[in-house]
């Protein structure tokens, strides 16, 4: 690990501030990804600004109905709060699939939006990578792909998104609560959050330099079954080769999410008007245009047999 300089901020504008005084400057608070990729010297930030003591770690409840949870909210105090596992179980369920209890306890709500894809060219620093270095190359493509998207891909990058709460978080519709440098504040959809690959696959999300996370808030709660599955080579403390977040009717009706298939929390609305139809007549529409290749073609079936799965449970439900 290289050597870096270290602030405690004492306000969200105070941190917005100093990091984005410093290109090579970074929020730190549980660190659980952060503090690995420093390790290995993915990433090698000069100056780190301490966010821990922001007051940022409540969950309230809404005048609207709605619930807003704050930046640092430890995973695990989330996935146990009443009121998200009474309204809001999708997401108490998807947090309890993601990483290890002892993880859970430190993982933040931002930094779990903010977690870096896991592909293993992105963690291999032998290998060229456009996320790691830009314009040195995918060592994806051409390699082996097996854990590695099929949808929303480009020529440059075909890592996925590793968070299991994001794609809860993209079914409820949530919204992300910034404070910008400047001490303005704003909301980014959920869906406009995370960005697709393109040209520039090392722009991972919507968040200027020096902008900081402080919450984020879900409307109200959505009446229907509430479910999370998802699949992975060992039951547990591994990431998805596929997941689905739904919120489904007895009718087959609804809305649903995936994880492990794409660069982003993959959710087409327009699609979700064929679920009454079954999961095949959705996954035409959802899943057109996807480019699996030879290691993960299989994950188009799995998708397609997990969310049949769901909706057999939502019907008997």
Excluded at 12 to 30: L, N
Excluded at 98 to 114: F, V
Excluded at 217 to 237: M, N, Q
């Amino acid at each position: 690990m290289k050597t870096f300089s270290f602030e405690r901020a004492r306000t969200p504008a105070e941190a917005a501030a100093a990091v984005a005084r410093r290109p090579d400057a970074r929020f730190i608070a549980g660190g659980t990804n952060l503090l690995d990729l420093m390790k290995l010297q993915i990433e090698a930030p000069g100056h780190l600004v301490d966010v821990n003591a922001l007051g940022l770690d409540r969950v309230e409840e809404l005048r609207d109905g709605g619930l807003r949870i704050g930046a640092l909210v430890r995973n695990s105090d989330l996935a146990a709060d009443a009121s998200v596992r009474r309204d809001y179980p999708v997401l108490s369920r998807a947090l309890l699939a993601g990483a290890s209890g002892q993880l859970r306890n430190r993982a933040t709500t931002a930094g779990n939006l903010l977690q870096r894809t896991r592909c293993p060219y992105f963690y291999d620093t032998a290998q060229p990578c456009n996320k790691r270095q830009p314009g040195s190359g995918c060592s994806a493509a051409g390699g082996v792909t097996r854990s590695l998207a099929v949808i929303g891909i480009s020529s440059h990058c075909l890592a996925t998104h590793p968070s299991d709460m994001a794609v809860a978080m993209r079914v409820l519709d949530a919204e992300v609560e910034t404070v910008k440098p400047d001490g303005q504040t704003r909301r980014i959809p959920i869906a406009d959050f995370h960005q697709l690959p393109g040209d520039t696959p090392q722009q991972e999300h919507a968040l200027l330099h020096g902008e900081l996370i402080t919450g984020v808030r879900l409307p109200k709660p959505i009446e229907g079954v509430h479910v999370y599955r998802k699949v992975r080579d060992r039951a547990s403390y591994a990431f998805a080769l596929v997941s689905v977040a739904g919120v489904l009717q007895r009718d087959g009706s609804g809305r649903v999410a995936f994880g492990g298939v794409a660069p982003k929390p993959w959710r087409v609305e327009a699609a979700e008007r064929q679920l009454p139809q079954g999961a095949a007549a959705f996954m035409t529409q959802a899943f057109a245009g996807a480019q699996p290749t030879h290691d993960n073609a299989f994950k188009i079936p799995l998708v397609e047999r997990t969310l049949a799965g769901l909706l057999q449970a939502a019907r008997a439900a």
